[in-house]
């Protein structure tokens, strides 16, 4: 009966949107990737995110930075694509006084991830670990993913869990309680089953 009640509501409400003369405007893909029209190699978008975070009554200001990088070796993943490598810089702030900086790329990940995988993969994304925030307020938790850079791809990731203490020193292992940030507010709240 709840099931039955659900389809027609769904039903009624597809029916009322068909009768408006209102438009929805076209949803638009987010590009995380760029091609070279003359070499066809693939760079993943680069992005910069940047928050405060208080840590034992400091306010510290981190800035992760994640870019393609032409100089490097171009990789192909198993799809036979050509990636050029990405790395991921992040930087921490407490006042005007820095407390880490370091930038990342894939073989500083190397004592993590096989061998083989790292060969086809690189750096595919950055973010600030919120569920450790909401828990840990002792140090800073980043998590840094390595994996095939294209997104459709099926094979595996690895994403990396960068502790970084208040005096600069740092951490690295195999992420286990992840939650990033959302992309758009409301993305990360579940709909209630019962709601129509």
């Known amino acids: 009966m709840r099931t039955l009640k659900i389809a027609s509501m769904a039903l009624l409400t597809l029916m009322a949107m068909a009768c408006t003369n209102e438009k929805k405007p076209?949803?638009?893909?987010?590009i995380v990737e760029d091609v070279n029209?003359?070499?066809g190699i693939i760079s993943l978008r680069d992005y910069t995110i940047n928050d405060t975070i208080s840590i034992n009554g400091k306010l510290y200001k981190y800035t992760c930075t994640f870019e393609?990088?032409?100089?490097l070796p171009v990789l192909m993943n198993p799809q036979g694509l050509e990636y050029h490598e990405s790395r991921v810089r992040i930087d921490i702030k407490q006042n005007d006084s820095n407390v880490f900086?370091?930038?990342?790329?894939?073989n500083n990940?190397?004592?993590?991830?096989p061998a083989d995988f790292?060969?086809?993969?690189?750096v595919v994304g950055v973010n600030y670990n919120f569920m450790k925030r909401d828990t840990d307020r002792?140090?800073?938790?980043?998590?840094?993913t390595v994996g095939d850079p294209d997104e459709t791809s099926d094979n595996m990731a690895?994403?990396?869990?960068?502790?970084?203490?208040?005096?600069?020193?740092y951490s690295i292992k195999k992420a286990e309680n992840l939650e990033t940030e959302p992309l758009h507010p409301g993305m990360n709240i579940d709909p209630s089953e019962d709601a129509v």
Do not use: C, M, N, W
Not at 26 to 30: A, C, H
Not at 68 to 71: A, E, L, S
């Open 138 to 144: 002792s140090a800073f938790y980043f998590i840094i």
């Open 37 to 39: 029209p003359q070499t």
């Open 26 to 30: 076209p949803v638009t893909e987010r």
């Open 118 to 122: 790292l060969k086809t993969s690189t």
């Open 68 to 71: 393609h990088v032409d100089t």
């Open 158 to 169: 690895y994403p990396l869990e960068l502790k970084v203490a208040t005096d600069g020193s």
């Open 101 to 106: 900086s370091k930038t990342f790329y894939k």
């Open 109 to 113: 990940f190397r004592d993590q991830v």
